[in-house]
């Protein structure tokens, strides 16, 4: 059946929809951190208090602020991807994640080492250049942050039967036990390298371009995060005329 004249598609407005309904939630998380900061700086200002109140409060607004940063920078994300359209065209993946793991260059050695690279040879993908950049910026910038906290990291670029996968494989120690001079909560090295937020945005980013998000459980002590797209030829360069 035919839609109605000047109606968009269902799964445009189903797209839509999904998009609303994200905005709408991240206006909520907003206002939890605003809210939380706004009674932190009242508090402050009800009467003097001794250096470790005072710093309490500093410590308590930080992380507010640090909420709302993470707030903003996902808007940020949604607002470019969606303004960048689904107009695809070859891309060479490779250099997208080595400009993405230049933050890497700038830890410690340590860091380094956990963080390892397999993304070897060029790697052509039929993509959207800006939202293939978002998503695996987005995707090793996790992987990045996860090698700093002690998780080993590596990162693979493979081609197989026509569809190029970049491939995150997330690696941490057991938690430790409980008691036995234990400085570590269990539970807590197993952070994943993105969030449900983060997960959202790099699901939409890749699947209107023909492209998948998977994250699969491997062991009790490593994750997958998979992105495929279909794979590309690289483009013929154009010679003058003779």
């Known amino acids: 059946m035919k839609n109605p004249k000047g109606r968009p598609p269902a799964g445009s407005l189903a797209r839509r929809?999904?998009?609303?309904?994200?905005?709408?939630?991240?206006?909520?998380?907003?206002?939890?951190p605003l809210t939380a900061l706004r009674g932190t700086v009242e508090v402050g200002l009800m009467g003097e208090m001794d250096v470790k109140e005072y710093r309490r409060i500093l410590e308590v607004s930080l992380q507010e602020t640090q909420r709302m940063a993470e707030i903003l920078e996902a808007l940020r994300d949604i607002v470019e991807m969606e303004r960048a359209g689904i107009q695809v065209r070859p891309v060479a993946w490779r250099e997208i994640i080595e400009k993405a793991l230049e933050e890497a260059a700038s830890a410690d050695k340590a860091d380094r080492l956990r963080l390892i690279s397999e993304a070897t040879g060029e790697v052509w993908v039929t993509a959207s250049p800006q939202r293939l950049s978002l998503a695996t910026t987005r995707l090793i910038g996790g992987a990045v942050r996860a090698a700093r906290e002690g998780h080993r990291v590596r990162s693979v670029l493979s081609v197989v039967e026509e569809i190029a996968s970049l491939t995150v494989c997330d690696e941490w120690a057991p938690a430790a036990e409980e008691g036995a001079n234990s400085t570590t909560t269990p539970g807590d090295s197993a952070k994943p390298l993105l969030g449900e937020l983060e997960k959202w945005i790099l699901s939409r980013a890749i699947e209107c371009q023909g492209g998948r998000l998977s994250v699969r459980?491997?062991?009790?002590?490593?994750?997958?995060?998979?992105?495929?797209?279909?794979?590309?030829?690289?483009?013929?360069?154009?010679?003058g005329r003779p």
């Open 17 to 32: 929809d999904d998009l609303l309904e994200v905005l709408q939630s991240l206006a909520h998380k907003l206002s939890q």
């Open 217 to 239: 459980q491997i062991s009790q002590t490593s994750r997958n995060y998979q992105m495929d797209l279909p794979a590309a030829s690289p483009p013929v360069a154009r010679t």
